[in-house]
């Protein structure tokens, strides 16, 4: 029984249509959740089986019913991580031992976190985990902006302060010069109101309002 092993995983519904067809999946603003068996996962990598239209036949089993398993399965195999993107930079540097500067001078950058899972591999997925973008909006206090830097995370922006950013240039512009084709998620950023729970598209404005 590999039931318990069922995972979902977000990918660009536009870059993947052929994919699409042929396998059962559910459609989550501008992008897809698809379905993958996960037999090993580490640090090194993932090995899975993506869930096609027969393999989903042959169990009688749905897009829907497919989701409502890997809803409880993919949190528990792919534990969510939130960092902010100093730390980040800081490990990947060596400089773990840093002190992290607190946020609100107006001469530092605005601060960001990157929302991924524990190995970092189609980690983006975490934006379909229950209550997470909420618990980080809530201890911030904002509204945030939600940067689509790949498959395998997504950086989170405080609403305040990026009044002069054009996020969604910078979104496509790093798309297109810094990550692989199969990797992109989306060439535009997403917003999440943290009072209506919600998150939409940012497609019409150079944004900074949607």
Not at 127 to 140: I, R, S, V
Not at 186 to 207: F, G, L, P, Q
Request: proline share 5%; glycine share 4%; aromatic share 6%.
């Amino acid at each position: 029984d590999c039931s318990n092993k069922i995972t979902y995983r977000l990918v660009s519904k536009e870059r993947n249509k052929q994919f699409l067809e042929s396998v059962p999946h559910l459609p989550f603003l501008n992008m897809a959740v698809v379905f993958y068996i996960i037999h090993h996962v580490s640090k090194e990598g993932m090995e899975s089986i993506c869930v096609t239209n027969e393999l989903a036949g042959k169990w009688g089993l749905s897009a829907k019913s497919l989701y409502i398993i890997a809803e409880k399965n993919t949190p528990i195999l792919l534990p969510p991580v939130i960092d902010t993107m100093e730390h980040t930079l800081e490990l990947l540097m060596g400089e773990i031992n840093c002190a992290i500067e607190p946020a609100g001078d107006s001469n530092k950058p605005i601060p960001m976190h990157i929302m991924t899972n524990k190995y970092q591999i189609n980690g983006a997925s975490v934006l379909l985990y229950h209550g997470l973008l909420d618990g980080l909006a809530e201890k911030l206090g904002t509204d945030l902006y939600v940067i689509p830097s790949s498959i395998h995370e997504v950086i989170l922006v405080p609403e305040s302060g990026t009044e002069d950013t054009n996020l969604n240039d910078m979104v496509a512009e790093v798309n297109h010069t810094q990550v692989d084709p199969k990797e992109v998620l989306a060439d535009h950023v997403y917003y999440y109101d943290r009072k209506e729970d919600h998150m939409i598209s940012c497609v019409h404005e150079n944004i900074c309002y949607c």
